[in-house]
């Protein structure tokens, strides 16, 4: 994809906390299932979205995401 084709999204409004925390964790999981994208972009990319949405969450909320993260890690990697 070219450059020029390319969209450019300055922000995400999320409408609610628990959206926010429901965002991260799917980006979490989406990691966990598909691995690191080979595309240093993309990988930027989610980092920055990574970012945003954890400065939107309390720590107690970020946390709580990350042990489900966790949690469900550890539930595919016995499923495999």
Known sequence: MSRENTPTVQA??????????????AVYVTRIILGRSREAGVEVWVGE????????????EVDAVLMRCHQLEREVERAA
Do not use: E, F, G, Y
């Open 12 to 25: 995400v409004t999320v409408p609610t906390r628990d959206a926010a925390a429901h965002l991260l964790l």
């Open 49 to 60: 979205l990574r970012a945003a949405l954890t400065a939107v969450l309390s720590q107690p």
